[in-house]
Structures are given as C-alpha cells and as structure tokens.
C-alpha cells in the first residue's frame, strides 16, 4: 500500500484497469504540468482517474465497466474515497487511451447487456472529459451511466446529457441547511435543479441515499426527498446505501478530521424504515 502512496504513474497512455476504488491512492498525476492539467481539463484531453474497473453489477444496470474520477470538493463527512477529492491524485489518461479502453470492452457489455459508468469523485468536474467519453461511449453502441453529486449539471448540454443513458444521483439532503451539514458547506440548488431538468427532459435516473445514524436519518426530510423524487417521474429505482466504515483508513492515512469514526452502520430495522418512507412515496426501491 505504502508504495502505491509514493509512485505516481504519468504515463498518460495507461489506464489505471483492475485497481479497486476502495485501495488508496494519491499523487499519481503530481507532476503533470500546471499548464498540461489546465488545457487537458478544458479541453478534456486529459482526465484524472483514480480507479477503473470492470464486473460491477452495483452502479447501473447489467454488468459495468466503471471509471472512477478524482477530484470532488462536496467533502461529505461519510465519504469513503477521500482520495478521490484532488485532481492529482488521479491518474492522467488521455481521451483516446480512455476510449481505447472502452472500445476493449464493447462488444462484451453489449452481450452482458451491461455498460459504461463514470463516477468519482465527482465526474462533472472534468464535464469536456466526460462529454468525450460518453460520446465515444454511445458510438461504440455502450448503455452509458453517470455517478453525480449533481452540482455540475450545468456544465452539460442537453445534447450531451442525451449521451448518457442513465443519471445516478446521489442525493445528499433536499433542505439546504441539512445539504450543508452533510458536505463541507455546500448550497444545494444546483443540484436540485439538475434533477428538475432531468426530469423536463424526461432523462431516466436512478437515487441514491446513504442512511448515516445520526446524521441522514431524519424521518422529515427522507419523506421531503422521497416526495421531490417521485415527484420528478423519472426516477426508475431508489437506493438506500447503509453507511458503513470501509473508508475511515484512507481518512486516517490522509490526516483529514473524520467526524464519524464512531458512528456504526444502521441497523437493519433502521434500513427498513428508511426504505419504508421511501416505498410509501411510491418510489421503486431496491
Ligand atoms: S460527493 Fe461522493 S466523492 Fe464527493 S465527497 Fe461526497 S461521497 Fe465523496
């Protein structure tokens, strides 16, 4: 681990395949030049990513290839990638070695009926990127997913968003105080209204929600998000993601203020009620 922490990879011709986002990872991009990572990400020849793997069956439907973006300044207090927080932690691949990659697999995934997810981090901050790698995505015939935050879906055309098949929202809060408690003091109404216009555009997605003891599982505002998301008709699945201690290594080996070191999961009865409010709003849940 402690070699993966001290030998940054800058061969912008590799992917970073098979690496777990659950491994830490840090400084693989730091000594791309300022000038380089400014043009790459502008232009989105260049993204950063921390992870890419394949066989997932938790982040869209089917079988997915997943891309794992660095860079995410929400700072939830129960992340579990902290890693992928700073740019250059990430690994930089340019755009064609990206669609390279997918290109591998595409065949496969249409067999499997699965696809391509990006997700982070938070991808939109590399939106050019993105908007490439979708693109590329969709003329190779791959079902195509996004993992958002939904703070950048400004940064996206409504030509690009057709590009992508799926939008997997992971919803933080729906008021803005309790938004701002969970993440590092962000205001929330760009993201609600990039799921208002997901939903004018009538663009599937998905919501997730992670259920934190004490932090997410306040009966009132699961009922307000559950009631704004069915409210939306366009989400097809709602997801609780019990909140669990898998990243408090990487918080630790960082030196970052983990605030929940003592928090447990919630219990399955609290999982039940969670998804309870959830149902009775009317919401397919899974
Ligand atoms: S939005 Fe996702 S990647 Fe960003 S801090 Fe929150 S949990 Fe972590």
New binding site residues.
Partial sequence: MESEVTSPVTDHSVVPEGLSPFELRTRRGVDVPENEVRSGIASGELGFLHSFTTGSTVDGPGVRVVAWTTL?????K?????D??TLSNGTPVRIETAIEQLRKYATGLKVMKGGFTLS???PLMQARFAARLFAAAKELGIHTALET?GFYGDKLSDKELADIDLVIL?M?ALGPEQHKRV?SGIDNKPVIEFCERLAALHRPMWLRY?LVPGLTDDDAEMERIAEFAESLGVIERAEILPFHQMGRYKWEKLGLNYTLASTPPPSPEAVAHATGIFCAAGLNIS
């Fill in positions: 995410c300044m929400f700072r939830c129960y992340c579990h990638n902290p992928t927080w982070g981090g938070e935050n992971d933080k993440t992670v």
